[in-house]
């Protein structure tokens, strides 16, 4: 039978303000609170507002964007950062999430959008439109929020408005530009700078964002139907200089990660956010000559694959004109979000669904009658909802 979904969106608020009421007890009191009285706000609405004012109108509107929205801006970090205590601090949600009570779940991965406001749109609607039909899904975003795009601030804003809204459903992880010496360097701190036009309102509100970083987990552990992964922004963790396979749970207690610089981190934490696969190398590890880059080689993987019980491993970081790359049997998922770089067409962005039932064996583009990669396009977005859910979008 067909399913409806109501769209757009943005006629939808009331109906979300109904859901997290609804959530009320799996929500601690002082954030619920807040989330009742910004719900309710007349506009301004914060969260609300910021959510809902880019499904109206879209990154057209950003070149207007009067200077005054800055405090909302504001505002909106503020009750990440709330969040981000609440959830993120506790046993459950530490340096590495576990989540590993929804076997059943259909998992999305997002890999680097870096800005790419479109594309993350066109996302956050596919998303919504299944949450509408299919509450079981959650949402892993791996980082890279910011940089490399014009509206990386406006991108950050709607990613985290979608997270607050759905707490339970979506998940943010670091990239290794979430870090104040990286998007200090690559046209965050810029943009932030042109929407604050004074050095005073500028520091506060960097200070509030960098903090933020700082505090965002480097992973996340999933159990999918038989499968069990671990995504992170990078790589696997190593010391490239005194190698030997990890085990996740001896080293987490130890990991220095919450830190502005990635300097300032201990060289697993640097290496889980900056490590890339590289199917040439033949030794264990080693440093990229140019660069510095750390880099790890299939042995490694399997080792440390083997060691932590792990078959399947999703990751970001580098930059695929096709949106993916498949290394090693499947086990190994690059994504990348963003079709374009450096405000310039680079070719396609993808993301991931994993279904349950979905083998590693089977993961490939779903235009190639493969599982689960899929091609961030309006029209190719709308099949798969009638494809997979039997839900068409009612206009």
């Known amino acids: 039978m067909e399913k409806h979904i109501e769209f757009p969106l943005k006629y939808t608020l009331k109906r979300l303000i109904k859901i ?27 969260v609300w507002q910021w959510f809902f004012r880019y499904f109206a109108a879209g990154s057209e509107k950003f070149k207007s964007e009067p200077v005054d929205l800055l405090e909302n801006y504001e505002n909106l970090f503020l009750m990440a950062e709330k969040l981000l205590e609440h959830k993120y601090t506790t046993e459950k949600y530490h340096k590495f999430i576990r989540d590993m009570q929804t076997p059943d779940y259909t998992y999305y991965f997002v890999g680097d959008t870096h800005g790419s406001f479109d594309d993350t749109y066109l996302m956050i609607d596919y998303f919504i439109k299944v949450f509408q039909v299919n509450p079981k899904v959650k ?16 991108n950050l804003a709607f990613i985290l408005s979608f997270w ?16 104040s010496s990286v998007c200090s360097r690559y046209g965050f701190s810029q943009h932030l700078f042109e929407k604050a036009q004074s050095r005073e309102r500028f520091e506060m509100i960097w200070k509030l964002i960098t903090d933020f970083f700082s505090k965002l987990p480097l992973g996340l552990i999933f159990r999918s139907g038989n499968k069990q992964g671990l995504v992170v922004h990078g790589g696997i963790p190593f010391d490239v200089s005194n190698y030997a396979p990890i085990r996740i749970d001896e080293i987490e207690s130890n990991l220095n990660c919450y830190q502005l610089e990635h300097f300032d981190m201990d060289v697993y934490s640097q290496t889980i956010l900056w490590s890339d696969p590289d199917p040439e190398l033949k030794e264990m590890v080693a440093p990229t000559p140019r660069t510095g880059r750390p ?82 396009n309006k029209e190719f977005l709308e099949h798969q909802l009638m494809q997979y859910y039997h839900a068409k979008t009612s206009h």
Do not use: C
């Open 20 to 46: 997290t009421q609804s959530n009320a007890n799996q929500i601690p009191n002082e954030l619920r609170d807040q989330l009742y009285y910004i719900g309710n706000l007349n506009p301004p609405q914060y």
């Open 139 to 154: 949402v892993i975003w791996i980082g890279d929020i910011v940089d490399r795009n014009p509206y990386d601030l406006q």
């Open 164 to 179: 607050i809204l759905f707490p339970d459903n979506v998940f943010i992880l670091r990239g290794n530009h979430e870090d």
């Open 295 to 376: 880099r790890f080689s299939e042995q490694a993987f399997r080792d440390f694959m083997e060691l932590n019980g792990f078959n399947l491993f999703i990751r970001g970081h580098q930059k695929f004109s096709e949106g993916y790359h498949l290394f090693w049997d499947n086990r190994l998922i690059s994504l990348f979000s963003t079709s374009t770089y450096d405000g310039k067409k680079i070719g396609n962005a993808r993301f991931l669904r994993l279904l349950p039932e979905t083998s590693i064996s089977e993961i490939g583009p779903e235009e190639e009658q493969r599982k689960g990669i899929v091609w961030v």
